[in-house]
T-cell receptor, first 111, second 114 residues
Framework: EDQVTQSPEALRLQEGESSSLNCSYT??????LFWYRQDPGKGPEFLFT???AGEEKEKERLKATLTKKESFLHITAPKPEDSATYLC????????????FGKGITLSVRP | EPEVTQTPSHQVTQMGQEVILRCVPI?????FYWYRQILGQKVEFLVS????????KSEIFDDQFSVERPDGSNFTLKIRSTKLEDSAMYFC????????????FGSGTRLTVV
């Protein structure tokens, strides 16, 4: 069974304190790994898709990387507005379009 | 920026009643999806819809559930006879092309079954 595990469950940072969020996955075959941001009471907001090991993508203070077993979302010098839940999801070779999500990591950035 | 619009934002229904959750996807998108999120749990796939038919569905999407695109703009999820365990946030999503493009999700409908 395809599994996506995110850690830690929650992370509290001081503004400016860089850190990384982890997403490990066990799948039959990977067609894409997705990162989303979710604010309370809202739908997930797309951030990145990564397709193959070694790939990296950046957007403002966020950088996503991918290996054969896990992905990291690096947050550089976070600001309070980066506080949200970050979701990782995979699309596998056995799926047509279904995404399998992890439970998410709740990030709080204190000013 | 184009949005996926969902109505209502919150619906309370009696157990056993039928509910219809409504979504207006982004106008030029071709793929449509329903996901749900039970409080404190993962976002779970329900169904995908392309070219006026279901292209994939999960084990959750049993005979109690159905989807429809009744016209060129709306996409609906019907639950025929709601159960307490159907209480969740239901998200509609759409995307333009291949599923590897990021979906655009709506803000969700919170369904409470009492």
């Amino acid at each position: 069974e395809d599994q996506v595990t995110q850690s830690p469950e929650a992370l509290r940072l001081q503004e400016g304190e860089s850190s990384s969020l982890n997403c490990s996955y066990t799948v039959s075959g990977l067609r894409g790994l997705f990162w989303y941001r979710q604010d309370p009471g809202k739908g997930p907001e797309f951030l990145f898709t990564l397709y193959s090991a070694g790939e990296e993508k950046e957007k403002e203070r966020l950088k996503a990387t991918l290996t054969k077993k896990e992905s990291f979302l690096h947050i550089t010098a976070p600001k309070p507005e980066d506080s949200a839940t970050y979701l990782c999801a995979v699309r596998t070779t056995g799926a047509n379009s279904k995404l399998t999500f992890g439970k998410g990591i709740t990030l709080s950035v204190r000013p | 920026e184009p949005e996926v619009t969902q109505t209502p934002s919150h619906q309370v229904t009696q157990m056993g009643q039928e509910v219809i959750l409504r979504c207006v996807p982004i106008s030029n998108h071709l793929y449509f999806y329903w996901y749900r999120q039970i409080l404190g749990q993962k976002v779970e796939f329900l169904v995908s819809f392309y070219n006026n038919e279901i292209s994939e569905k999960s084990e959750i999407f049993d005979d109690q559930f159905s989807v429809e695109r009744p016209d060129g703009s709306n996409f609906t999820l019907k639950i025929r006879s709601t159960k307490l365990e159907d209480s969740a946030m239901y998200f509609c999503a759409s995307n333009l092309d291949t599923p590897n493009y990021g979906y655009t999700f709506g803000s969700g409908t919170r369904l409470t079954v009492v």
